[in-house]
């Protein structure tokens, strides 16, 4: 008697359990991604970036805002590009969709933060780290909102040049990470840089590790507020006041200016020095929650009825979670003000993490600490992060693997996007 039905049927039964566990755990499957939650981001944007558009174009007059949206709304779709698998044996085809990669889409941050926490945590130094806070006065924040990039760039310039006069004088060069937020957890803006910096670094030479477990508090608050009213000024000099609409021209007179350094002057700045860290990851995961992803997670949205959004969040002097419901409208308005400028680099290197120095550097340091500079380049080319590797891991099946003659799928065509998919 043959045995074939049998082996038929079989196929098919594990066909049918494959397609059960992927509809389970995966709601949607997209190239180079894992697709998490309920899309209610997407969703909220769907349904009025189109009439915020019509009647809100004084905040979306920066390009990368209608750049990122309109790559978000048809992420995972065919309009992005796709790429086409086939069967050798059956001719079954599956056509996996791009994604689009923007750091406003809730799908490809988490994929994205996944090999960025992954990648960074692998190359980091094996030492202890300090997670520092620089916030500038909330006078200021109507000159980032406006300035954006050029201020922007002074803060990163300031904050390095104040961790410098402090491991200066005391003879080592640190390796460090500062990456710029621009929202608290209300979604209001709110400047201010993390820094992840080892507690000490390379000597002079480049020979030894140099210890050094203290930061000086009061030292740092003030060498960050003269350095930031300096540059500051900088940036008020160059500014031509005519190009400014009328307004806004009242922050750029000389005596509004003068008024606002004098309140700044006789105040504390704040400068948050946390806990020494055993290692880098557990502030690289906190920081990357919130550098690869929309300025609010999935998660924290808890109701969206078709015209308001209820989200919950939770400051950091705040006892219990508070939740805040506001017009759909209002919601997108508070949020396309943290969607960065094309190009802006919010994560930046400095000391022997630097781009130009790490090359040379780093695999001094690991040697100087004892560890397999080699080994760890190793693992780079091994990130468990990718699509494929990710559902296999979640699914315990390959999801280029045809489900039903159990042969690898072959990828027969690659379809990309055209410029129309970005508005």
Known sequence: MSREPVVVRHALLLSLIHYELVLYYLPCLTDMQLVRGKKLLKQIFSDHYETFEQFHQKQITRSGIPINIHKMLKCGTEDMGFHLYQCP?????????????????????????????????????????????????????????????????????????????????????????????????????????????????LNRFHTKWVACNYLPHLLLKDRFKKHFIEAIQLLWDKEKIENRAQPLQVLFTHPYQQKIIKEVTGKTWYVNIGERLKDAKRVVRYIGRYTKRPAIAESKILAYDGKTVTFTYKEHRMTKAATLTLPALDFIKRLIVHIPDLNFRIIRYGGFYSNRLRGKLLPKVFAIRSQDYSKAKGKLLHLSSWWRKRIERLTRLDPLICSVCFLPLELISVVYSTGNVYG
């Open 89 to 201: 044996n059956c001719r079954y085809e599956k056509t996996v969709a791009h994604t689009c990669k923007s750091r406003f889409c809730s799908s490809c941050g988490v994929r994205q933060t996944d090999i960025w926490i992954e990648r960074y945590t692998t190359l980091f130094a094996d030492c202890e780290y300090q997670h520092v806070i620089f916030s500038p006065p909330h006078e200021f924040l109507d000159y980032f909102r406006i300035g954006r990039s050029s201020y922007f760039n002074a803060l990163y310039a300031v904050v390095n040049q104040s961790l410098s006069d402090w491991y200066s004088l005391k003879g080592y060069f640190p390796g460090t990470m500062l990456v710029m937020h621009t929202f608290g957890r209300d979604l209001k803006w709110h400047v201010h840089i993390h820094v992840l910096i080892t507690c000490g670094g």
